[in-house]
T-cell receptor, first 111, second 117 residues
Framework: KNQVEQSPQSLIILEGKNCTLQ??????????LRWYKQDTGRGPVSLTI?????NTKSNGRYTATLDADTKQSSLHITASQLSDSASYIC??????????FGAGTRLTVKP | GAVVSQHPSWVICKSGTSVKIECRSL??????MFWYRQFPKQSLMLMAT?????????EQGVEKDKFLINHASLTLSTLTVTSAHPEDSSFYIC?????????????FGPGTRLTVT
C-alpha cells in the first residue's frame, strides 16, 4: 500500500478558478513534505518543501499546508492559469534519501 | 543554479540493443544521484541510488545487471539499459542531491523518453 495518497486523481477547472489538492501520508519517521509540478514529458519541479515545524508555505499562487498531527497536506492554487495544467506530486521523505512519491493529481485548466 | 540535464531527451532503439542515458548536474556537485522510471499516468518509481565512486544501490525488483549505473564523477551519472525489451519503454528521470547540502535538496532532470521497438 502506498504510504502517500493523493486526491483527487484528476481534476478539471476553469481558468481563473481556485482549487485544492490533497495529500495524506502514513510515512514515519517524517523528515519533510514537498509538492512538485510535473509537466507532461518533463521532470518534476519543486514548488514547496515543508518540515515538521512548518504548517504553511507559499510560492506565488501556490500555497501548501501541512498538519503533521493528522499527516495531511494540501496544495492550494489561486487564480488558475492554463499553464497550471500538469501533474502535481506530493513527496514525503522519511530520511535524507528516502522519498515516497504519491501517484499525483492530474490538473487540467480549461479556458 | 541547480540545473540537472539529461541526454538524450528521447531515444528509440531496437529490441536487444543497449542504450545509455546521461545525467549531469550542470552547476553543482552531486554526491548522490537517483534514477527513476515513470510509466504513463503513474508516479515516479525509484530504481536506484548512486553515490559517486561507489556501487549503486538498487531497489527491490530492479535488475542491476540490466540497468547498469555508473557515477564516475560528482557531476555525471549514467544509466545503461542493456538488452532492451519493449517493456523497458518508459520515461527515465534522474535527480541529483547537492554535495554539502542538507540532503533535502534534490533537483530533477527533464527526463529521457525511451522507446524500444
Amino acid at each position: 500500500k502506498n504510504q502517500v495518497e493523493q486526491s483527487p486523481q484528476s481534476l478539471i477547472i476553469l481558468e481563473g478558478k481556485n482549487c485544492t489538492l490533497q495529500c495524506n501520508y502514513t510515512v514515519s519517521p517524517f523528515s519533510n513534505l514537498r509538492w512538485y509540478k510535473q509537466d507532461t514529458g518533463r521532470g518534476p519541479v519543486s514548488l514547496t518543501i515543508m518540515t515538521f515545524s512548518e504548517n504553511t508555505k507559499s510560492n506565488g499562487r501556490y500555497t501548501a499546508t501541512l498538519d503533521a498531527d493528522t499527516k495531511q497536506s494540501s496544495l492550494h492554487i489561486t487564480a488558475s492559469q492554463l499553464s497550471d495544467s500538469a501533474s502535481y506530486i506530493c513527496v514525503v521523505s522519511a530520511t535524507k534519501d528516502d522519498m515516497r512519491f504519491g501517484a499525483g493529481t492530474r490538473l487540467t485548466v480549461k479556458p | 543554479g541547480a540545473v540537472v540535464s539529461q541526454h538524450p531527451s528521447w531515444v528509440i532503439c531496437k529490441s536487444g540493443t543497449s542504450v545509455k542515458i546521461e545525467c549531469r548536474s550542470l552547476d553543482f556537485q552531486a554526491t548522490t544521484m537517483f534514477w527513476y522510471r515513470q510509466f504513463p499516468k503513474q508516479s515516479l518509481m525509484l530504481m536506484a541510488t548512486s553515490n559517486e565512486g561507489s556501487k549503486a544501490t538498487y531497489e527491490q525488483g530492479v535488475e542491476k545487471d540490466k540497468f547498469l549505473i555508473n557515477h564516475a564523477s560528482l557531476t555525471l551519472s549514467t544509466l545503461t539499459v542493456t538488452s532492451a525489451h519493449p517493456e523497458d519503454s518508459s520515461f527515465y528521470i534522474c535527480s541529483a542531491a547537492r554535495a554539502g547540502g542538507s540532503g533535502d535538496e534534490q533537483y530533477f532532470g527533464p527526463g529521457t523518453r525511451l522507446t524500444v521497438t
